[in-house]
């Protein structure tokens, strides 16, 4: 019988090591600078290629390791260092998500390599879904996909919202609406090639964290791609259309299988964020003097700090848990992924908000990072679904009662 362990194996190890160095090195000492210029990093992003930590074949590895452990434990290095710039590097990998989880082998072969790009001229890929009316309400989609059966191609229209990298990638993911009678079963997702005409962003949104990675609006005006770029491929869409027109089970539909794999991913991240935090304040509550002696020295900091460190290890077994369940093809029947990304995105907001707090006026002033962290870590609350959507999908899951 094997034995159970938490340990992690000397591969895993290994490549907590790397990344770690990579986000010491690297990320780390140009955080500050991307976060205050509001732009995307791309020198940063280009020495990730360079060594490898930017790339599909990156991605590749981390997905053979059978445990699922290998990504989030790179996510949470990476944004340990910086969540801007992690998600500036990571944020690629969402729409790769989606066409690993509803293109063909072909579609996989063609389009992946080129969200990427090369070494020497690194691209992005943006993934974009959310909408102006549509964002928890995936089922409110309005933009439309229309087929052109005489020339094999479909027309997309319609407005995209909040999509990391829009307007700046050479690949967009887009979903949208086939038939819309059909709500959320009745959609699609397509690949718009680069430099497709009538894809357009207009401006850079301008957020409260994550200031490094590029957020835009998007929009899709007779937006014209070849058959091809329909993840899955026509017969596909016509065989589950048919089956939601006959009121059969569905098995799922674009926007939220892509949230179901990166979940727990997403929960990695916040981890990163709140572990940076609570390091920082560690260290500063054990050389901050007051009354003649470090303020660690004080129950209410110190349980605080242990409180801080607890619930950061638990929403990292929570997270590790839903990782395992979903590269091993285990049912979420509790929504366990759900649980993972809800524990640790509220972890980050409380342990950055207890840094800040700790650290007193200093944590108020942009000469220590615990400000950035806790501007960074409210939208762990928010995208790839809410907080409460979470609860949402969690208390369905255990009831089994269609919970509105």
């Given at each position: 019988?094997?034995?159970?362990?938490?340990?992690?194996?000397?591969?895993?190890?290994?490549?907590?090591?790397?990344?770690?160095?990579?986000?010491?090195?690297?990320?780390?000492?140009?955080?500050?600078?991307?976060?205050?210029?509001?732009?995307?990093?791309?020198?940063?992003?280009?020495?990730?290629?360079?060594?490898?930590?930017?790339?599909?074949?990156?991605?590749?590895?981390?997905?053979?390791?059978?445990?699922?452990?290998?990504?989030?434990i790179a996510s949470e290095e990476l944004f340990w260092g910086d969540a801007g710039i992690g998600l500036s590097i990571f944020g690629t990998s969402l729409a790769v998500a989606a066409i690993y989880g509803a293109g063909t082998p072909d579609q996989m072969v063609e389009w992946v390599p080129q969200c990427f790009g090369s070494t020497d001229s690194p691209a992005v890929a943006a993934f974009c879904t959310s909408e102006p009316e549509a964002g928890s309400d995936v089922g409110a989609m309005r933009t439309r996909a229309i087929y052109d059966e005489a020339r094999d191609e479909w027309v997309l229209r319609g407005q995209k919202a909040y999509a990391t990298n829009g307007g700046i990638a050479g690949i967009h993911v887009v979903t949208a609406s086939v038939e819309p009678e059909l709500g959320s079963r009745g959609q699609a997702a397509f690949v718009v090639p680069p430099?497709?005409?009538?894809?357009?962003?207009?401006?850079?949104?301008?957020?409260?964290?994550?200031?490094?990675?590029?957020?835009?609006?998007?929009?899709?005006?007779?937006?014209?791609?070849?058959?091809?770029?329909?993840?899955?491929?026509?017969?596909?869409?016509?065989e589950r259309l048919a089956r939601a027109r006959s009121g059969q089970r569905a098995s799922g539909q674009a926007a939220m299988r892509t949230f179901e794999l990166s979940r727990p991913t997403v929960g990695a991240q916040a981890l990163g964020v709140a572990r940076a935090a609570y390091e920082y304040a560690l260290d500063y509550a054990r050389d901050r003097v007051q009354f003649g002696r470090p303020i660690i020295e004080n129950q209410a900091v110190a349980f605080a700090l242990a409180d801080m460190r607890m619930e950061i290890d638990?929403?990292?077994?929570?997270?590790?848990?839903?990782?395992?369940?979903?590269?091993?093809?285990?049912?979420?029947?509790?929504?366990?992924?759900?649980?993972?990304?809800?524990?640790?995105?509220?972890?980050?907001?409380?342990?950055?908000?207890?840094?800040?707090?700790?650290?007193?006026?200093?944590?108020?002033?942009?000469?220590?990072?615990?400000?950035?962290?806790?501007?960074?870590a409210k939208i762990y609350t928010i995208f790839e679904g809410t907080s409460e959507i979470q609860r949402l999908v969690i208390s369905r899951a255990i009831s089994g009662v269609h919970v509105r």
């Amino acid at each position: 019988m094997t034995e159970f362990s938490l340990d992690l194996n000397e591969e895993q190890r290994d490549l907590r090591d790397w990344v770690h160095g990579f986000a010491a090195e690297v990320v780390r000492p140009a955080a500050a600078e991307w976060d205050a210029r509001e732009e995307t990093p791309w020198p940063v992003i280009q020495e990730a290629a360079k060594v490898g930590l930017y790339g599909f074949e990156f991605l590749a590895t981390c997905w053979a390791d059978p445990t699922g452990l290998s990504l989030p434990i790179a996510s949470e290095e990476l944004f340990w260092g910086d969540a801007g710039i992690g998600l500036s590097i990571f944020g690629t990998s969402l729409a790769v998500a989606a066409i690993y989880g509803a293109g063909t082998p072909d579609q996989m072969v063609e389009w992946v390599p080129q969200c990427f790009g090369s070494t020497d001229s690194p691209a992005v890929a943006a993934f974009c879904t959310s909408e102006p009316e549509a964002g928890s309400d995936v089922g409110a989609m309005r933009t439309r996909a229309i087929y052109d059966e005489a020339r094999d191609e479909w027309v997309l229209r319609g407005q995209k919202a909040y999509a990391t990298n829009g307007g700046i990638a050479g690949i967009h993911v887009v979903t949208a609406s086939v038939e819309p009678e059909l709500g959320s079963r009745g959609q699609a997702a397509f690949v718009v090639p680069p430099g497709t005409a009538g894809l357009s962003a207009t401006r850079k949104l301008r957020k409260l964290g994550l200031r490094a990675s590029h957020t835009a609006d998007v929009f899709l005006d007779d937006v014209r791609v070849p058959g091809r770029c329909l993840l899955g491929g026509k017969e596909a869409l016509d065989e589950r259309l048919a089956r939601a027109r006959s009121g059969q089970r569905a098995s799922g539909q674009a926007a939220m299988r892509t949230f179901e794999l990166s979940r727990p991913t997403v929960g990695a991240q916040a981890l990163g964020v709140a572990r940076a935090a609570y390091e920082y304040a560690l260290d500063y509550a054990r050389d901050r003097v007051q009354f003649g002696r470090p303020i660690i020295e004080n129950q209410a900091v110190a349980f605080a700090l242990a409180d801080m460190r607890m619930e950061i290890d638990a929403a990292r077994l929570l997270v590790w848990r839903a990782s395992w369940m979903g590269r091993n093809n285990r049912p979420f029947t509790a929504g366990e992924g759900s649980m993972s990304k809800l524990k640790a995105g509220e972890v980050a907001v409380s342990v950055t908000e207890k840094a800040v707090q700790l650290l007193g006026g200093a944590g108020f002033l942009r000469d220590h990072p615990v400000e950035r962290w806790y501007r960074d870590a409210k939208i762990y609350t928010i995208f790839e679904g809410t907080s409460e959507i979470q609860r949402l999908v969690i208390s369905r899951a255990i009831s089994g009662v269609h919970v509105r």
